[in-house]
Each structure stands twice: as C-alpha cells, then as structure tokens.
C-alpha cells in the first residue's frame, strides 16, 4: 500500500503539467534556497529532465539564493523539448571566495540551446575579492563571465539582474536571434573588465530596455557580428557603448549593421565609441546608426579611436586597420565632460567615411565644446554643435 501510493506523489512533486507545459521546480531536486548548500547539481538535474521532455518545459526557481558553487553548464545538444523556460524569482549566488569560479571562463554557461527563455531573477557572482586581488597586484585568476549564451539560437533573456561579475556580465558567442529585454546590471565604476553586454560573431541580437553601470563597456560590439539593434537603454557608470576593439587580427571577421536608438548616457567615459587596433586587419565596421541619445557629462560622447594601443605595444609601425564607413549621428545632445565633444581620429590608409552628422548639440561647461577630425569624411546637417571638422 505505501509504495502504491508514494510513487504517483513523488511523480507529483517532481513535476506537474500546466496547459500543455511541465514545470520542474528545482526545489524538488534537493537545491537549497539558503545561499549556503550547493544547488548546482539539482539545477542540473531539472535540465536533464526539461530537456529530455518532448513537452515545453519550464525549470523554476522559487524565491531564495541557491548557490551555485562551481561553473555549470546547460547544454541543449541532445535536448528533446522544443522551448526551455527558467523562471527564476529567487538568486543565484557564487560563492564568495574567487578562485571557485575564478578559473572557469564562464560561471552559468548556456551551450546549443535552441529556444530557450531565461526570465526574472538576479545573478550574483560576488566578484569583489576577485577586483581586490587584481588591485593587490597579486598574480589572481582571470575571472569568469556570469552569464554566457554559446552557439545558440532564439534565445530571450528577460528582466534579469546582473550583480557584480567577476569579468563580463553577459557574453553572447556565435549566437543568432538573442533577445535581451529589462536586463539591470549593476558593478562598481572601478571593477574591472566588468563589461556589461559583450557580443561575439552573433547576428540578430536586440537589447531593450535595460540599465547597465559598471566598470568597463556598458556593450561592447567584438568582430564578426551583424544586424544588432540596442534600444531605450541607460548606461553610467562605465565606458559607455562600444563597437570594438576591432583589428587585433590580421583576418578579422567584420561589424556591420548596427542600430543605436535613445540611449542615455550618465557620467560614462564614452557615449558612442569605436575603436580599432592601429595594427594590420581586413576588419571592417560597417552601416551603423547612433541616433537620439542624451549625453550627461560624459567625457567622450562621440569617438572614433582608430589608433588604439595602449602604452603603444604590439603596434608595429601603427599601421591602419579596420576599414570605418557609413556612420550616423542623429539627433545626439546634452553635455561633454572634456572639451572636445566629437572626435574622429582615424588614419591616412583607410580613412573614415562615409561619417554623417546631423542634430548634435553638445556643450562643455556652458560654453561651446569643440570636434576634431583626422582623415574622416562625410557631411554634416541640421544644427551642430560644436561645429563639424569633417
Ligand atoms: C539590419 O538589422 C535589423 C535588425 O537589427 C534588421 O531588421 C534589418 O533587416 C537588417 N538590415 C539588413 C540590410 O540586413
């Protein structure tokens, strides 16, 4: 009698069905909401079985930290389910000492997944003592990112939280059809590395509505991605949106077709910026938009840095690289922290163009700030201040 009637009870708790979707609640696979025992291995194995459901599937995590101690990795290679949702209400918190994840590239990782939908929850990887090890200029681990989506398509990260990752927040590698809609991400102005968004040879990725202020890149835009749009998104502290580095590579897969609309920028060092290696490439950036953005003293609010080399090594003969064409700025305004507001910086071989300006109006304490150009080309409209060097 009591194995009769405890088997359909557990198969009960494990799961339950809901309007064609079976929920796996990663409570009934031993995770702990306390923050102190490890739930990586529950977390697991609610994958195993949402992936091998041939139904749609939901993993969900109720309201508490679950530690997850060491990197996981969710792959969708041998996965049955046509749709994965997490939904997660509660944390998911790294341990506190680095060296856990410090050595894993990525802490929550995502691997051929198809469909998949991450929604709500924070991700916490406390990466704290691994900033303080940097700055103590002890030899530390690299740190791993937070979250990482890898060779995966349809992918909906929604309203999720981002705190205090190690290296990058959010990595999306050779992806297509990423949406990212109220993501929040918060580190302090001096972690380091910590961008916020970084995309790698992806194509189709939207960001919406969502706050990034960190150390480093609020998104940076790495080579070989195309068809990004980023919309209503809010960045400060960090170093504002990026498209770049590019060039570091001889053979560089190129950046093309890239939409920024209604950003603002508080108190970041860049508003829009790219930025190429002065070394030898057949990168290329490409059809880009930068349109309505506030700039609040922002100490770069347009750049284009085609000379980057820190302290001027592995630059040899700082050649020209990537090739910069077919650029828009349209309707860009608010206030520089520097008094130079727009700044073109690209170089003889392969000079900027195709660069068009229209409706910026930056000011510099008050008094008109001031735009610089060298071998940049386009043409200028609308009202323009500073007054256009191109
Ligand atoms: C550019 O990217 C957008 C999505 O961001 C897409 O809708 C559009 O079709 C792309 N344009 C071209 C010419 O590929």
Same mark, same amino acid.
């Given at each position: 009698m009591v194995t009769k009637l405890f088997v359909p009870v557990c198969i009960f708790l494990l799961f339950h069905y809901s309007q064609g979707k079976v929920t796996y609640n990663v409570l009934s696979f031993g995770a702990k909401a306390n923050g102190r025992l490890d739930s990586r291995s529950a977390f697991l194995k609610a994958w195993g079985l949402a992936c091998a459901s041939r139904n749609p599937a939901i993993i969900y995590v109720p309201v508490g930290r679950y530690l997850i101690g060491s990197a996981i990795t969710f792959s969708g290679q041998a996965c049955k389910?046509?749709?994965?949702?997490?939904?997660?209400?509660?944390?998911?918190?790294?341990?506190?000492?680095?060296?856990?994840?410090?050595?894993?590239?990525?802490?929550?990782?995502?691997?051929?997944?198809?469909?998949?939908?991450?929604?709500?929850?924070?991700?916490?990887?406390?990466?704290s003592s691994l900033w303080a090890c940097k700055s103590s200029r002890k030899t530390c681990p690299k740190g791993s990112t937070t979250l990482g989506i890898y060779h995966s398509q349809n992918t909906v990260i929604s309203n999720l939280r981002s705190l205090n990752s190690q290296m990058f927040h959010i990595l999306v590698y050779a992806c297509t059809n990423v949406k990212l809609n109220g993501v929040s991400i918060s580190a302090p102005d001096l972690s380091p590395n910590t961008d916020g968004i970084h995309l790698l040879y992806s194509k189709g990725v939207t960001i919406w509505n969502s706050k990034i202020s960190t150390g480093?890149?609020?998104? %940076?835009? $790495?080579?070989?991605?195309?068809?990004?749009?980023?919309?209503?998104?809010?960045?400060?502290?960090?170093?504002? +949106?990026? @498209?770049?580095?590019?060039?570091?590579?001889?053979?560089?897969?190129?950046?093309?077709?890239?939409?920024?609309?209604?950003?603002?920028?508080?108190?970041?060092?860049?508003?829009?910026r790219i930025k190429t290696w002065a070394r030898? %490439?057949? $990168?290329?950036?490409?059809?880009?938009?930068?349109?309505?953005?506030?700039?609040?003293?922002?100490?770069?609010? +347009?750049? @284009?840095?085609?000379?980057?080399?820190?302290?001027?090594?592995?630059?040899?003969?700082?050649v020209s690289g990537v090739k910069i064409s077919n650029v828009v700025y349209e309707d860009v305004h608010g206030t520089s922290a520097t008094r130079v507001a727009v700044k073109f910086d690209c170089k003889r071989g392969k000079p900027c163009t195709g660069i068009r300006l229209k409706d910026v109006n930056l000011k510099y304490g008050g008094q008109p700030a001031v735009s610089s150009c060298s071998f940049a080309a386009g043409t200028a409209s609308g009202l323009l201040q500073p007054t256009s060097c191109l």
């Amino acid at each position: 009698m009591v194995t009769k009637l405890f088997v359909p009870v557990c198969i009960f708790l494990l799961f339950h069905y809901s309007q064609g979707k079976v929920t796996y609640n990663v409570l009934s696979f031993g995770a702990k909401a306390n923050g102190r025992l490890d739930s990586r291995s529950a977390f697991l194995k609610a994958w195993g079985l949402a992936c091998a459901s041939r139904n749609p599937a939901i993993i969900y995590v109720p309201v508490g930290r679950y530690l997850i101690g060491s990197a996981i990795t969710f792959s969708g290679q041998a996965c049955k389910s046509k749709a994965i949702t997490m939904k997660i209400d509660g944390t998911l918190v790294a341990p506190s000492t680095y060296n856990a994840i410090g050595n894993a590239q990525v802490w929550i990782k995502f691997y051929r997944t198809n469909r998949v939908t991450i929604s709500g929850g924070t991700l916490d990887a406390q990466g704290s003592s691994l900033w303080a090890c940097k700055s103590s200029r002890k030899t530390c681990p690299k740190g791993s990112t937070t979250l990482g989506i890898y060779h995966s398509q349809n992918t909906v990260i929604s309203n999720l939280r981002s705190l205090n990752s190690q290296m990058f927040h959010i990595l999306v590698y050779a992806c297509t059809n990423v949406k990212l809609n109220g993501v929040s991400i918060s580190a302090p102005d001096l972690s380091p590395n910590t961008d916020g968004i970084h995309l790698l040879y992806s194509k189709g990725v939207t960001i919406w509505n969502s706050k990034i202020s960190t150390g480093d890149d609020c998104i %940076s835009i $790495g080579p070989g991605n195309s068809n990004v749009w980023i919309e209503k998104v809010v960045c400060g502290p960090g170093h504002g +949106i990026s @498209i770049g580095s590019l060039g570091w590579n001889a053979k560089e897969a190129g950046v093309q077709n890239v939409t920024v609309k209604t950003a603002t920028f508080i108190g970041s060092d860049n508003g829009f910026r790219i930025k190429t290696w002065a070394r030898r %490439s057949n $990168g290329f950036v490409k059809d880009v938009r930068f349109q309505h953005a506030r700039m609040v003293n922002v100490k770069n609010p +347009i750049l @284009i840095d085609a000379n980057y080399c820190p302290n001027n090594k592995n630059c040899p003969n700082q050649v020209s690289g990537v090739k910069i064409s077919n650029v828009v700025y349209e309707d860009v305004h608010g206030t520089s922290a520097t008094r130079v507001a727009v700044k073109f910086d690209c170089k003889r071989g392969k000079p900027c163009t195709g660069i068009r300006l229209k409706d910026v109006n930056l000011k510099y304490g008050g008094q008109p700030a001031v735009s610089s150009c060298s071998f940049a080309a386009g043409t200028a409209s609308g009202l323009l201040q500073p007054t256009s060097c191109l």
